[in-house]
């Protein structure tokens, strides 16, 4: 779907257009074949590029044309998913391309975020701010939850495990997002002449994403080290187990050694006494107590 806004300085309001005007902001979302070959006749725009704005495993880049400047980052939707949002900085016009309509744009329309289209660059760096906010916003959030299972490592079960696996695949898709988009800042404000005021936004994005990338690497680590924990736990009670049925499988065989000669048919001492029965058990008795004592000795129990 392609849609048109426009609004200037005079203007108190985004305003929707029915087709293309100079200045204007060109709003696809999930485009149709017919659509990308549209707007890259129409606009002399790549359309290889067009097509990996829709590629969700395309990492943060900017590339640089005779006819427009290409700018690949990120969005974040529900569940941490993470898809490929493309800017594309025309000489008369703005446009951005993504498979889903991230959050902000909603606030855009609303008119809650001032959007003039006619002065493309600070649009741009409302749209990073924007996505910027939304990472540290979600980086936090699962900061937090791995936190809260860390003060119950001892405790947690199977689904727990389960939830700080994918919990680590998400921090590990955050950590090369915040990689290669610092790159990226640092590439657009080397490239591009922005405002001493702009530029110093660009640059206080660069280290918060900064902060972000450690952020997540810390909690990577804290999520391995809980793992290693729990992998150590489970090993522990799997070593005592087998102990336990060890030592249970000897008890047994002991007084089945004794039990089995006592039960041959041949001649054997007490035999023909009435009380042999509570003497060969008094024995059995005897000999748990000896080996239990003797493993207690030993700290295998």
């Known amino acids: 779907m392609i849609t048109y806004f426009k609004r200037t300085l005079k203007d ?28 890259s006749e129409k606009f002399r725009l790549d359309k ?5 704005g829709l590629d969700e495993n395309e990492i ?33 016009f703005l446009l951005t391309l993504s498979k889903k309509e991230p959050d902000f744009i909603k606030r855009i329309l609303e008119n809650r975020i001032k959007f ?38 001892s405790k947690l079960k199977e689904r727990d495990i389960n939830v700080l696996l994918e919990y680590e695949d998400v921090l590990n898709d955050f950590v090369s997002y915040y990689h290669y988009i610092n790159l990226l800042y640092e590439k657009i404000v080397k490239r591009i002449k922005f405002f001493e005021s702009d530029k110093k936004i660009i640059e206080d994005l660069i280290i918060d994403s900064k902060e972000g990338f450690n952020l997540c690497k810390s909690s990577l680590k804290m999520i391995s080290n809980i793992r290693n ?14 102990t336990l049925l060890t ?34 058990v008094i024995v059995m008795i005897l000999s748990w107590i000896a080996l239990i004592f003797y493993f207690k000795k030993k700290d295998i129990i």
């Not at 924990?229 to 087998?242: E, F, G, T, V």
């Open 116 to 153: 003039v289209t006619t002065q493309k660059l600070k649009c741009i760096i409302k749209i990073f701010y924007e996505i910027n906010k939304k990472f540290e916003f979600s980086t936090i959030d699962i900061v937090k939850k791995v936190r809260s299972k860390k003060r119950l490592t």
């Open 12 to 39: 108190n309001k985004l305003k929707k257009l029915k087709e293309f005007e100079v200045g204007s902001w060109i709003n696809v979302i999930n485009p149709t074949n017919e659509e990308i070959n549209f707007l």
């Open 247 to 280: 030592i249970f499988t000897i008890l047994i065989a002991s007084t089945e050694a004794i039990s089995g000669i006592f039960g041959m048919n041949v001649k054997l001492p007490l035999q023909d006494q009435y009380l042999a029965f509570y003497y060969i």
């Open 60 to 92: 943060p880049r900017v590339e640089f044309t005779r006819k427009a400047t290409y700018i690949f980052t990120k969005t974040i939707f529900e569940n941490y998913e993470l898809q490929t949002y493309l800017i594309v900085k025309g000489y008369d």
């Open 229 to 242: 924990y729990h992998m150590i736990l489970l090993s522990n009670k799997l070593n005592r187990i087998i």
């Open 48 to 52: 290889q590029n067009l097509i990996s």
